[in-house]
């Protein structure tokens, strides 16, 4: 790269910073600390280590570079690409042709010959250690050139250019030499009987050093067998982002599929990444022992690991494989090296808006100067290297909390329309968040959307909450009475803790060796039955694991489950569990003494702006809730919805038609008199 590009990034990146120095304010949101040294004057990377990535945002939003006067930093991320892509910097220069000829040679005894020539510009010199290629692009579906590239008069590159249908294959680069001059000659000759008319530019590319990875063991927060799987919970920092999953296990041989799923407040949906890990003892053992997974959001990973009738994984630890990112940025000028201070953490900071986002992206194609930039952007041979020091807590940090701007209440409400009451008493995490996961009870009683849920203080005044559906899941034991028997088939009718319940599982425990039978699971709802699975009951020989039917979630006010014995006898279920869904409610609201209020049928959906910074609040660490048995609300009064609001005018209007009736009534019988 030429001296001129590298004093533009580095200009870039060095005086981008403020005028001022950076607001006592600012370094308050951050709780640690760690000096940087770096040479001054140049373009640096700094590669942030495992620590650092714990304790960030997962964009790393709370993160400064603030230099020796005091002054904030601009700086760049490189997050690196995927561990199984490699990353070029690509420079495109697409040039209009000087001139263009086409011109069709009779052959005897052969079709004729199709010629085109192109003439075209050259672009500056490569970058040190590329050579350019011609790249040509094509609407046509299917051809074959040959391709010669002219310099001064003579051939300096001969080649193909081809696509084709079957197989499909296609070569449409060609190595050029060093070019000398100012112009070259392209002549593409073909017999397919029509002209190509391509698109022609030259592009050079280097392959940059792959992204330092690191390994960061995740904390089990469970471990649980059944049915032959393994499932597991895993605790993620909130900026340890992997990209793989490692398992690291003292089995010697075994082959396991596995899944895993993002977890925990704020989760995506669906399956995060699906694989298999194996390992085959040899001279020298051949293993895989990673899965990809897509990009978390929770705190929390779940994986389920199918064992089979193998036995679990001995010593099994999963570590999460993460790209360490690099803050790229210049420190003023200066005698030899600079120190600065990375400030980070906390999840308080919002993500700093410089104007190095401008700057040349990597993963794009660039031209001219831009291509230049980049590759002294993200090649680490052609920047300096950036040290970090020893982490210690930042003195400036102010450890208030983090969500006390959310610490006030809202509107009054009127309590009395409210049938149900369960008192809270809150004392909420450092940084001022609790949690409340509701019960069976607490669901069987609110409207199936929870738009009745309200949450109030001792003046009655509600106060915002965010709520997480299908959460946090409870395990219940359900009671199976002995059961009916119908025309070959048994039909039980385990019995609910609460209706209606929402269950996504049924696991039964029964004691017969073996049986394989059709079923059918019935749920009962507005008095109609629906089915929500049908199937095989299956045990083989000597296996021990309950049989589990899985369930859609739907809300339901009782079960039955029907099962096909033919002339076998009815099958005796010792136990029956279930597995229920449960909403977790999140307050950011002071210490104090709450009450969480529901049961009013025409209530509205809450509005509450909190969820504008939704993402934000289920970043921050929160404590539960110690909450009373749900009751009745002493101050319900069934007539108060008629009292405000469109209730008021509902009763009004009841009683001008009562009253218009009565008139009638009365002149109607005047009428009749006379």
Not at 191 to 217: C, D, H, I, K, Y
Not at 550 to 568: F, N, Q, S, T, Y
Not at 615 to 629: D, F, G, P, T, Y
Not at 637 to 647: E, I, N, P, V, Y
Request: with cysteine; aromatic share 6%; charged share 30%.
């Amino acid at each position: 790269m030429s001296r001129r590009h590298a004093v533009i990034v580095c200009a870039a990146l060095a005086w981008g910073a403020p005028a001022v120095a950076a607001a006592p304010e600012l370094r308050a949101l951050f709780p640690l600390q760690a000096p940087i040294v770096a040479p001054s004057g140049q373009l640096v990377r700094l590669v942030l280590p495992p620590e650092v990535l714990a304790a960030c945002r997962d964009d790393l939003a709370d993160l400064r570079i603030i230099d020796h006067r005091g002054r904030e930093v601009p700086y760049r991320v490189d997050a690196g690409p995927p561990p199984d892509a490699a990353r070029e910097v690509r420079a495109t220069f697409a040039p209009a042709p000087l001139s263009a000829s086409r011109e069709e040679v009779a052959r005897e005894g052969a079709a004729n010959l199709l010629r085109e020539r192109y003439e075209l510009p050259l672009p500056d010199s490569p970058p040190a250690g590329e050579a350019w290629q011609l790249v040509m692009a094509s609407r046509r579906p299917a051809f074959v050139r040959r391709v010669a590239v002219e310099a001064g008069g003579e051939v300096i590159a001969r080649g193909s250019f081809f696509r084709l249908r079957e197989p499909r294959r296609e070569r449409l680069r060609l190595d050029l030499p060093e070019l000398v001059g100012d112009r070259v000659t392209v002549i593409l000759e073909g017999e397919e009987g029509f002209f190509l008319e391509p698109e022609l530019r030259f592009e050079s590319a280097r392959t940059l050093a792959a992204a330092e990875r690191a390994e960061v063991e995740l904390k089990e927060a469970s471990r649980s067998t059944e049915a032959g799987r393994t499932r597991l919970e895993l605790e993620r920092p909130r900026g340890v982002v992997p990209d793989l999953l490692h398992f690291a296990t003292t089995t010697a041989a075994f082959h396991r599929r596995i899944a895993a799923w993002d977890d925990g407040p704020g989760a995506m949906p669906g399956v995060l990444g699906r694989g298999e890990i194996f390992r085959l003892p040899a001279i020298a053992p051949v293993e895989e022992l990673e899965i990809a997974v897509g990009r978390p959001r929770g705190d929390r990973l779940r994986v389920e690991i199918d064992d089979g009738d193998s036995p679990p994984l001995e010593g099994l630890r999963v570590r999460a494989v993460v790209r360490r990112p690099a803050l790229i940025f210049a420190l003023p000028d200066g005698a030899g090296e600079a120190t600065a201070t990375l400030a980070f953490g906390g999840g308080r900071a919002y993500r700093p808006r410089y104007d190095l986002a401008g700057l040349p992206a990597a993963d794009r194609r660039h031209g001219g100067d831009r291509a230049e930039v980049a590759g002294r952007l993200y090649d680490p041979s052609l920047t300096g290297s950036a040290r970090l020091g020893e982490i210690a807590p930042n003195p400036h940090f102010d450890p208030a909390p983090l969500l006390a701007f959310a610490h006030r209440p809202g509107s009054v409400l009127d309590v009395r329309r409210y049938r149900y009451r369960r008192e809270l008493t809150v004392e909420p995490s450092a940084e001022g968040l609790a949690r409340l996961t509701l019960g069976l009870e607490d669901l069987a009683r609110a409207r199936a959307d929870l738009a009745d849920l309200r949450l109030v203080d001792a003046e009655g005044r509600q106060w915002a909450y965010l709520l997480e559906r299908d959460a946090a899941q409870e395990v219940r034991q359900l009671k199976v009475p002995s059961p009916e028997v119908d025309d070959g088939a048994s039909i039980y009718r385990p019995e609910l803790p609460a209706t209606p319940a929402t269950l996504s599982r049924l696991a039964l425990e029964v004691a017969a060796p073996f049986f394989d039978r059709d079923f059918e699971l019935r749920g009962r709802r507005d008095d109609e039955a629906v089915v929500l699975a049908r199937g095989r009951l299956v045990r083989r020989i000597g296996d021990p694991r309950p049989a589990s039917i899985d369930c859609p979630g739907l809300r339901i006010e009782g079960l039955e489950l029907r099962v096909a014995d033919g002339d076998d006898a009815p099958l005796a279920i010792d136990r029956a569990r279930a597995h229920f869904p449960l909403p977790v409610l999140y307050l950011p609201v002071p210490a104090g003494h709450y009450a969480l209020l529901l049961g009013d049928g025409e209530a509205r959906a809450p509005r509450y702006e909190l969820e504008r910074v939704r993402r934000l609040i289920l970043a921050v660490a929160s404590n539960e809730v110690e909450a009373s048995a749900l009751t009745d609300n002493p101050a319900y009064s069934a007539g108060a919805r008629f009292l405000a609001g469109s209730g008021r005018q509902q009763l009004l209007l009841w009683l001008a038609l009562g009253l218009a009736v009565l008139v009638l009534t009365v002149l109607t019988l005047r009428l009749a008199r006379h």
